[in-house]
């Protein structure tokens, strides 16, 4: 049948979480774009609906209780290096419970709270395109 974004284009989410006017992010481990700081997100399950997959892989990864989540828009990477290609919706939380940890340490690395003045780099793909998304008012 074939991996989804290998194979054929994936259908991805992403989630940004938004505290204190800094965004959250988690470096990635695997492809694509090991080493890349990103946003948490991951693939849409079949029957499942794009805002619960955000949550669910934000929770996932977070191990944070994601509350309502807004949709940001679509981001299409093309990632040539990795050979895999993804369709993603993007969403923004602001409302959550908990302390942010390391839950999946076999895919992320590390995390923390960044400014958008003061993004760490390499910033992924995902990431880029959501920060692109982002109105100003947003993050005050």
């Given at each position: 049948?074939?991996a989804?974004g290998?194979?054929?284009?994936?259908?991805?989410?992403g989630?940004?979480?938004?505290?204190d006017r800094?965004?959250?992010?988690?470096?990635?481990?695997?492809?694509?774009?090991a080493?890349?700081?990103?946003?948490v997100?991951g693939k849409?399950?079949?029957?499942?609906?794009a805002?619960?997959?955000?949550?669910r892989?934000a929770e996932e990864?977070?191990?944070l209780?994601i509350?309502?989540?807004n949709?940001?828009?679509p981001?299409e990477v093309?990632?040539?290096a990795d050979e895999?290609?993804?369709?993603?919706l993007l969403y923004?939380?602001?409302?959550?419970?908990?302390e942010?940890?390391l839950t999946e340490?076999e895919?992320?690395?590390d995390?923390?709270?960044?400014?958008r003045?003061?993004?760490?780099?390499?910033?992924?793909?995902f990431?880029a395109?959501a920060?692109?998304?982002?109105?100003?008012d947003?993050l005050l």
């Amino acid at each position: 049948m074939g991996a989804p974004g290998i194979d054929f284009p994936g259908v991805g989410v992403g989630l940004v979480i938004l505290r204190d006017r800094k965004i959250l992010l988690y470096k990635r481990i695997r492809a694509p774009e090991a080493g890349h700081w990103s946003i948490v997100g991951g693939k849409v399950d079949h029957m499942e609906p794009a805002e619960q997959a955000a949550r669910r892989e934000a929770e996932e990864e977070t191990g944070l209780s994601i509350g309502r989540v807004n949709l940001l828009g679509p981001a299409e990477v093309i990632s040539k290096a990795d050979e895999q290609h993804w369709v993603s919706l993007l969403y923004l939380a602001s409302e959550f419970d908990g302390e942010p940890k390391l839950t999946e340490p076999e895919k992320l690395s590390d995390f923390g709270w960044f400014s958008r003045s003061d993004l760490p780099q390499p910033l992924s793909a995902f990431a880029a395109a959501a920060m692109a998304r982002l109105k100003a008012d947003e993050l005050l």
